[in-house]
Nanobody, 123 residues
Framework: QVQLVESGGGLVQPGGSLRLSCAAS????????IGWFRQAPGKGREGVSY????????YYADSVKGRFTISRDNAKNTVYLQMDSLKPEDTAVYYC????????????????WGQGTQVTVSS
């Protein structure tokens, strides 16, 4: 069964850190471009960070550049999002998604999506 399962969300104070995980089953993550997206209440979905399939290049939204780091562990078939210096505006449900084509993923189109994990940044 093809599945993406996110974990690692929670409540954190401003300036704190969280590491999100996205574990894949039923397929090999390395065969896909991978992305993290988020959706805050009342807002549209936003692409946060991506890893390309071809050369592992990473990309970040301007709003998280320098604070978030995406990485992939092929042995564990898992992708991570390390989030540091968190701000209240980072509060959202975070989703991981994959697509064979990186250009499609950048448009928010995924072959597979996880169920999401809530991140709340608040004092």
């Amino acid at each position: 069964q093809v599945q993406l399962v996110e974990s690692g969300g929670g409540l954190v104070q401003p300036g704190g850190s969280l590491r999100l995980s996205c574990a894949a089953s039923g397929f090999t993550l390395d065969d896909y471009a991978i992305g993290w997206f988020r959706q805050a209440p009342g807002k549209g979905r936003e692409g946060v960070s991506y890893i390309s399939r071809s050369d592992g290049s990473t990309y970040y939204a301007d709003s998280v550049k320098g604070r978030f780091t995406i990485s992939r562990d092929n042995a564990k078939n898992t992708v991570y999002l390390q989030m540091d210096s968190l701000k209240p505006e980072d509060t959202a449900v975070y989703y991981c998604a994959v697509h064979i084509r990186f250009d499609r993923l950048r448009l928010g189109i995924g072959n597979y999506w996880g169920q999401g994990t809530q991140v709340t940044v608040s004092s």
